[in-house]
């Protein structure tokens, strides 16, 4: 297909490249501890300040390509957003607590203790009830998804995250006494929205007035091609340079973790998808709409699960589990969509006008 086409060497093997990341973040935590012991005295609000200014590189390129009018053109069709909203708030968190639950406290009950089946679950709600809000603006780049329905989308979901997730979580896990980070999820919307929008908006603005939207297109923005993609790898390195030692130390248990995640994430965006398919909304909604409930706001199911169960609990590495398969997993996801990009009619609204 045109579009797979473009792809270049640096993106089509990207997997191979996350995975060598991830082995150089585990052995740099291994071997080098003083730089993820640097590293972790750079937060505020438990959220990484090296890890946030990455994912602004990653959401930067982006952002370049939306302008207002696209916005204000993508609130004109609410089929993608009605997908990403029911999936997200009315599915993904009771079938992410049914499925591991299922897995974790009957399939898998003779290899984990029921009190640790219980923690296991406990941080599979907290990641089933936090979905992504960063890195599917990555998700959505690599399917060729349209920047400004992404971003929509993204503050939409931000907005709910205020108002749905304690009482989701509470329900789920069966108790009232959940204290959520409220400056985690403040931070992060403005760290991983309001910045990157901003400073892309300004870019735009300025590229356009002092050349044209021609340059802009055609010349400024093809210079980002990898920024993106390096963005991510890096992140990568840092975040298992972090949890490397827990990994190393629960191989059994990561993979029979794994087994309801993946199961998890596969599921919702292939019913977002297929929902998009028979609703024939374009693929550039269709995809991003269907990555956002399938990805999750790991940053802040890590912060609460630490600050509720502890580091070391059960609940705390499910949700490190979470980061560990989500990456491989949705570049799965992208190649699934990019290669069914056909099943879908054309773009309605114009990314870039």
């Known amino acids: 297909m045109a579009e797979e086409n473009k792809l270049n060497f640096f993106e089509r093997y990207l997997s191979v490249w996350v995975l060598l990341c991830i082995i150089v973040g585990i052995l740099i935590g291994q071997y080098l501890p003083f730089i993820p012991k640097l590293l972790s005295k750079l937060e505020y609000a438990q959220v990484s300040i090296p890890i946030a200014i990455l994912i602004w590189l990653m959401i930067y390129p982006m ?4 302008d207002f009018s696209s916005i204000v053109n993508a609130t004109k069709q609410p089929k993608g957003l009605t997908v990403t909203l029911v999936s997200n708030w009315l599915i993904k968190p009771f079938t992410m607590y049914l499925i591991a639950f299922f897995f974790l406290k009957i399939v898998f009950a003779p290899c984990i203790s029921s009190q640790l089946a219980e923690q296991y ?18 998700w959505s780049y690599l399917s060729r998804g349209n920047a400004a329905y992404t971003l929509v989308q993204v503050a939409i979901n931000d907005i709910i995250i205020l108002f749905a997730f304690t009482p989701i979580v509470a329900f789920l896990l069966g108790i009232s006494d959940i204290t959520v980070p409220y400056d985690t999820l403040v931070l992060s919307v403005v760290l991983f929205v309001v910045i990157p929008f901003s400073f892309g908006y300004i870019t735009r603005r300025l590229v356009i007035k002092k050349y044209s939207i021609q340059y802009l297109n055609e010349k400024f923005i093809p210079k980002f091609q990898n920024i993106t993609v390096i963005g991510l790898l890096l992140t ?13 130390h629960n191989p059994i248990h990561i993979v029979l973790i794994a087994i309801p995640l ?18 024939k909304i ?49 570049l799965t996801l992208v190649r699934i969509a ?16």
């Open 63 to 66: 952002m370049l390509k939306i």
């Open 121 to 138: 679950v406990a941080g599979a709600i907290l990641l089933g009830a936090a979905p992504c809000t960063a890195m599917v603006f990555v």
């Open 236 to 248: 990568l390195i840092i975040i298992f340079s972090f949890q490397g030692d827990i990994i190393l």
């Open 262 to 279: 993946v199961i998890q994430t596969f599921f919702i965006f292939f019913l977002a998808y297929f929902w998009s398919k028979l609703w």
């Open 282 to 330: 374009s693929h550039d909604i269709a995809a991003p709409a269907a990555m956002i409930g399938a990805s999750n706001f790991f940053e802040l199911a890590v912060a609460v699960a630490i600050a509720l169960f502890g580091l070391q609990s059960g609940a705390t590495l499910a949700t490190v589990v979470g980061v560990l398969v989500e990456v491989p997993v949705m």
């Open 338 to 353: 990019n290669k069914t990009r056909n099943w879908f009619p054309s773009p309605k609204i114009n990314k870039d006008r």
